[in-house]
């Protein structure tokens, strides 16, 4: 009888992926209701959102875009371009450079402006120097709820550089 119960174990911690000691899976979930993804060099796109100041069904002409930029990699970046896939602009709201060990627009304050898109999910494609591209499925949201306060257009100026005390990839 032990050992139908260690061989039912044995498959169902292999059936789970808890085979092998100290592996787990590489796939971390990043709590937000952004885009996220992971671009060469240690360079992280977090929450990215496009925000709609009206109703999502009927976006207005030109929509704030919201990122965290997280440099965890050794040498400077810079933020060159994001391009809309499917057509659409994108002008950011100044020049975007992450020194190593950086985050930007961790503020309330957009990233730059988006024009030319719908309602859904718009797939962005994030420039840095030294980079492949990376694309970032970003959702629009509708200016309500936890998004209420937060300005619909950028304020002047690149966003603010951080230190990232806690910052986590």
């Known amino acids: ?7 039912v174990s ?15 899976p ?5 709590p937000n209701d952004g885009g996220n993804a992971n671009a060469q060099g240690g360079l992280y796109v977090r929450n990215a959102f496009i925000l709609n100041p009206g109703h999502v ?6 929509l704030a875009l919201y990122a965290v930029l997280i440099n965890a990699g050794r040498r400077p970046a810079r933020l060159e371009r994001i391009t809309v896939e499917g ?17 930007v627009g ?3 304050r957009p990233i730059g402006t988006v024009t030319g898109v719908g309602a859904g999910t718009v797939p962005l494609i994030f ?3 030294g980079a492949e591209p990376v694309r970032v499925y970003t959702p629009v949201h509708p200016r ?3 998004y209420a306060h937060l300005p619909t257009a950028p304020a002047g100026g690149p966003p603010p550089l951080v230190r990232p005390a806690i910052l986590t990839p």
Request: hydrophobic share 45%.
């Open 1 to 7: 009888m032990r050992a139908i119960i260690c061989a």
């Open 10 to 24: 044995v498959v169902a911690m292999a059936a789970t992926g808890c085979m092998a000691a100290g592996t787990f």
């Open 26 to 30: 590489t796939q971390t979930h990043v």
């Open 57 to 62: 069904a009927s976006p207005a002409p030109q």
């Open 87 to 103: 057509g659409g602009l994108v002008q950011l709201a100044g020049p975007t450079f992450l020194a190593p060990n950086q985050a």
């Open 106 to 108: 961790t503020g309330e």
């Open 127 to 129: 420039h840095f120097t």
């Open 144 to 146: 309500s709820g936890q």
